[in-house]
């Protein structure tokens, strides 16, 4: 069985910076790619980072340069470093694991979400 707790979100002023971490637990063997994804309310779920094992990222275009994704594959752990924080970056941010294989088998994954909230 395959865990992904968050951890990170919080309250932060628009300019402030939060660092979200997602630790993928149990039998696992490899996790072909790893990300964060976020949904505001009643807006629908959208990609904000991703990293494949190999360390080729992708961003969306709202976040580009204010955002930094990053994985330490040995702890099976994605990391996201947001700078430069604005109000509509306030959001649930979800963590995805993709293709993790197990002796189960090959699955994906979802963190159960971490509020973020920039406000002053």
């Known amino acids: 069985q395959v865990r992904l707790v968050e951890s990170g979100g919080g309250l932060v002023q628009p300019g402030g910076s939060l660092r979200l971490s997602c630790a993928a637990s149990g039998s696992i063997f490899s996790i072909a790619a790893m990300g964060w994804y976020r949904q505001a309310p009643g807006k629908q779920r959208e990609l904000v980072a991703a990293?494949?094992?190999?360390?080729?990222?992708n961003y969306a275009d709202s976040v580009k340069g204010r955002f930094t994704i990053s994985r330490n594959n040995a702890k099976n752990t994605v990391y996201l470093q947001m700078n430069s924080l604005k109000p509509e970056d306030t959001a649930v941010y979800y963590c995805n694991a993709e293709r993790v294989r197990t002796v189960a088998g090959v699955y994906d994954y979802w963190g159960q979400g971490t509020q973020v909230t920039v406000s002053s």
């Open positions: 990293i494949i094992s190999g360390g080729r990222t």
